[in-house]
Nanobody, 123 residues
Framework: QVQLVESGGGLVQTGGSLRLSCAAS????????VGWFRQAPGKERIFVAV???????YYADTVKGRFTISRDNAKNTVYLQMNTLKPEDTAVYYC?????????????????WGQGTQVTVSS
């Protein structure tokens, strides 16, 4: 059983930056693929970025070039560096993990989820 805890959310102005962290416990974290999803008010939760155990990464088109996902297996943590933030990035951000990942953009592909962290970008 893997437990995930997100942190690092907050309020930032347009153009600012935040770094989210997803700390894991209870499993062989280095073997897991970890994704970030976000859910804006009144909208569905959508894919943001993923990093595989081999460090391959993929991003949603809306964040490509602005967000960077990385991992530190020694710390059992995955990071999401978010730069040039826009008001439309406002959402609750969730990290999710799975041992064997196929369709990385699908929520249903992930087994473990964190509780989420709020990111608000003011205009």
């Amino acid at each position: 059983q893997v437990q995930l805890v997100e942190s690092g959310g907050g309020l930032v102005q347009t153009g600012g930056s935040l770094r989210l962290s997803c700390a894991a416990s209870g499993g062989a974290f280095g073997d897991y693929a970890v994704g970030w999803f976000r859910q804006a008010p009144g909208k569905e939760r959508i894919f943001v970025a993923v990093i595989y155990s081999n460090t391959n990464t993929y991003y949603a088109d809306t964040v490509k070039g602005r967000f960077t996902i990385s991992r530190d297996n020694a710390k059992n943590t995955v990071y999401l560096q978010m730069n040039t933030l826009k008001p439309e990035d406002t959402a609750v951000y969730y990290c999710a993990a799975v041992a064997s990942l196929t369709y990385y953009w699908r929520e249903s592909s992930y087994t473990y989820w964190g509780q989420g962290t709020q990111v608000t970008v003011s205009s």
